[in-house]
């Protein structure tokens, strides 16, 4: 049984904001209270008869904290139905609940759950009331606990999820209270559950408007006029802008309030500097302030334009971005900030500058980063409207739940600067039926009955002029999956529209895996039922040269070509930028993860991560592959991505085996060498300077590992990770390309393995686990703080070779 306590995490950091800012008033404590309520849940897999039951005995019941994903906890297996599309682990029905205090002062308030998502079909009761429904897994909810609640006393929350009628998804769902729980007190007066829009109409570099809206709510019988007070505050904590409403009187149960407020010399939001103002609102009466809100605010001002692309605060881009499922690997689909950090972080330093939340609402947590971070966001709702794609699929409710998921989608998110352009649906069946000429634009007229300030679009696998849902007139942008080689005639089928690539490329790789020849472009699967697998590899490897991809897709150089060619091609969104469980296209069991990635499911960067980083960055880049393990005299190709160079030149073992350029338009160029065991080292100059080198060693047998940490000290919180990159090297410390001992590890101190992984997509070894296989000469290690201060040390062993630790530091 636990009492209550304000605890904020990291990602809701504006909240705590708001009560510093509120103390600094002379206040003592903020009226409202957001704290973590994911501590101290009891688990049971399986359905339990009575299960929300205030009489029920759930001490058996397993002990956890929240995010929980309980389908990367099992096994996989070719007969979980969810198929190995859907991930290959098992789903079924589980049980959660919690026992806990509302202090006896917190009696004459409001007290709400809000759940940012449940996958699936969960039902929420308190103290034996149940209080709803709601099929979407990625949808946030609120319910009002307070007329049920024992003030002072005992409280049990239930919960019933249910993901047991499979197939319901494409990709890997997981299961459970995936991301964070949350329980909010407010005052009876007080601004409400996602009750403030901001806009910011006139933006100039002299000064910015921001038009706030605010929905104050009420309760029954109270009479009292409200003064509304919004402070805009900078990065350093100064108020640079307020206006203050006096004496609104609520008629109703709730009213909404306007106001404008002038920033005079705004800095600008923009993906290469993200800054970041706050509103805080403050709702006054007579005698006390009722209520202290947050609003994020970036200022900024966009325009796509059908001639000219895409701009941001008037300077002409691109949008470099990537589609991303939610799941994070090995971690499964439960939420964790510092593993969404780590993504977005390695897109960044790749020079991807935005993301498309394919194909779902995404947790709370991405949005914010991505605000912090600087990513363009095409913020995404349904894979499916009224026709499904598989049997259990969210088309089975999209008639009653449509407008509410929707609905719940903008209002949660529509106050995010990253949010530029909201998608109606992805390849959406009816897009070749009438149907859609009354979908798209109820939709559409949901979405802007809450949002007039962005585009609108939908991605549209058959973008010609037979699709109704462009046919009718409801979207902004014209969304083109794929069909990157009818890019250039786009103007010619849709005169003066504007262009987005929703979905691009899809190039499959396997990371450390090579196959000559490299300049062969090849087209997987051969067939759409993936039985046809002649052609293909039965180990099931894909090259990583940037040459396979599937028969509706293209490689990464081919669709980028293309992509940089045209400025009224606004953006684009590669599939994807990391690999994903489920979808092992081109193949199926006993893959059971994609192979699209850019960066592969352990966090391990594919070759081509180094192509983008050579063409969407300034910084200096020269990268060659392939390893250089191979049999005496067989022929290799030899791979330089490379950037700010004239040329490069390749040597083996000291030979110079010729100087290259990149004509036309090239990104990459190409040596056809005999291998010789040795060295190969390829040297970038401009001008006749050396400008870069980089070098390959055949490597010997594997003699050691080394363990190296993403960062060396993490928050002592219970939640924040350490990523640990596992090597196996020979005794002259080069990278053993095939590698693949059984690392195993052993663990001290104030922490735990939370997972462990090698990007490769056929290992059924499970994830949490204190081993792994190394996989091209990799592994990982994810370790977690306990929520105790002190060392956590992770040693790895693996027989005849030299072992390893490192010690990382929890405060």
Known sequence: MLSIKPLVKTARIALLIASVFFCFQGFAQSPRSHADFDQGWRFHLGDVPNGSSLTLNDGAWRQLNLPHDWSIEGKFSKENPATPEGGALPGGIG??????????????????????????????WINGHELGFRPNGYISFEYDLTPYLNFGGKNIIAVKVDNSVQPNSRWYSGSGIYRNVWLVTTNKVAVDHWGTYVTTPEVDGQSAKIHLQTRVKKRPGYTEAVR???????????????????WVHISDSAANIEQDLLVKTPR??????????????????????????????GIRYFNFDADKGFSLNGKPMKILGVCDHHDLGSLGAAVNYRALERQLQMLKAMGCNGIRTSHNPPTPELLDLADKLGFIVMDEAFD?????????????????WHKRDLEDQVLRDRNHPSVFIWSIGNEIPQQGDTSALRIAPDLAAIVHSLDKTRPLTSANDRPDTTN?????????????????????????????KKFIATETTSGLETRGFYQMPSDSIMRWPTARDYKTQAKMNADHTVSAYDNVSPPWGSTHEETWKVMKKYPF???????????????????????????????????????????????????TVLHILPHWNWKPGETVDVWAYYNHADEVELFMNGKSMGIKKKEGDDLHVMWRVKFEPGTIKVVSRKDGKVVLTAEKHTAGKPAKIVLSADRSKIKADGKDLSFVTVKVLDKNGNLVPNADNLVKFKLNGNGSIAAVDNGSETDHDPFKANYRHAFNGLALAILQSSGKAGNITLTASSDGLQGASVVINAK
């Open 95 to 124: 049980w959660y609940r919690k026992t806990f205090i509302v202090p006896a002062s917190s009696k004459g308030k409001m007290v709400y759950v809000d759940f940012d998502g449940v996958y699936q079909k969960s039902t929420v």
């Open 228 to 246: 509304l007070s919004s402070s805009i505050v900078d990065a350093s904590g100064k108020v640079v802008a307020s206006n203050i409403s006096d």
């Open 268 to 297: 600008l939001w923009s993906v290469e500097n993200p800054y970041l103002y706050k509103i805080i609102t403050k709702v006054m009466l007579v005698k006390e302030v009722s209520d202290v809100y947050v609003t994020p605010l």
């Open 384 to 400: 499916c409207w009224e026709w499904g794609k598989v049997k259990y699929d969210y088309h089975l409710y999209f008639k009653e």
């Open 468 to 496: 109704k849902i462009i046919k009718s007139g409801a979207i902004d942008l014209i969304g083109y999956n794929y069909h990157e080689f009818n890019y250039a005639g786009f103007h010619d089928r849709y005169p003066g």
């Open 569 to 619: 091609l606004s953006g684009m969104f590669i599939w994807t930028g990391w690999d994903y469980l489920g979808e092992p296209t081109p193949y199926s069991w006993p893959s059971r993860s994609s192979y699209f990635g850019i960066i592969d499911l352990a966090g391990f960067p594919k070759d081509v991560y180094y192509m983008y980083q050579s063409e969407w960055t300034d910084k």
